[in-house]
């Protein structure tokens, strides 16, 4: 069965204290994996998106990464505005358009 | 990227009463999901409105209870029916461009008593 795994759930941090967040995936066939940010009472605003194994995309402090079976969200020195839910999906090659979502790791920043 | 609206944002409503879910779109897309997010849980596809043709649902959910419509390019309703205190979640539409990537509405939170 497809599942897509976050780590951790929750995750509290100081300001400048970077850290990851992993997504672990299995899935028959990958043919993207999908990053979302998610803030109380909104709908997922999209991030990123990797195809291939050792793809690399960056955006302001975050940086997402990808391998064959998993995929990091690396935050840089992150500060108070970057908490919220960070929302993982993957699509399957043979699936359509159908995401499938982890249940999320909810990031706490404090100043 | 596409603007989305969905309408109402939130609503309480009594068991046994249905609610639609309206999610309008500023261009003309291709496709257009609707997700459920119950607390707690990962967002999950209940269904593929279909422009012109019923909607392709997921295992799990069916057309008597969801009934959807998608009568032009940019606007797709969704129905909530007969519902139960476990119908609570929110509701969520999406839209996919050219790309595989999807955008999402700000969610409608519906709360059933």
């Known amino acids: 069965e497809d599942q897509v795994t976050q780590s951790p759930e929750a995750l509290r941090l100081q300001e400048g204290e970077s850290s990851s967040l992993n997504c672990s995936y299995t899935v028959s066939g990958l043919r993207g994996l999908f990053w979302y940010r998610q803030d109380p009472g909104k709908g997922p605003e999209f991030l990123f998106t990797?195809?291939?194994a050792g793809e690399e995309k960056e955006k302001e402090r975050l940086k997402a990464t990808l391998t064959k079976k998993e995929s990091f969200l690396h935050i840089t020195a992150p500060k108070p505005e970057d908490s919220a839910t960070y929302l993982c999906a993957v699509i399957r090659n043979q699936a359509g358009t159908a995401l499938i979502f982890g249940k999320g790791t909810t990031l706490s920043v404090s100043s | 990227s596409a603007v989305i609206s969905q309408k109402p944002s939130r609503d309480i409503c009594q068991r046994g009463t249905s609610l639609t879910i309206q999610c309008q779109v500023d261009?003309?897309?291709?496709?257009m999901f609707w997700y459920r997010q119950q607390p707690g849980q990962s967002l999950t596809l209940i269904a593929t409105?279909?422009?012109?043709?019923?909607?392709?649902?997921e295992s799990g959910f069916v057309i008597d209870k969801f009934p959807i419509s998608r009568p032009n390019l940019t606007f797709s309703t969704l129905t909530v029916s007969n519902m139960s205190p476990e119908d609570s979640s929110i509701y969520l539409c999406s839209v996919k461009e050219i790309t595989d990537t999807q955008y999402f509405g700000p969610g409608t939170r519906l709360t059933v008593l």
């Open positions: 261009s003309q897309v291709t496709m």
């Open positions: 990797l195809y291939s």
């Open positions: 409105a279909n422009q012109g043709s019923e909607a392709t649902y």
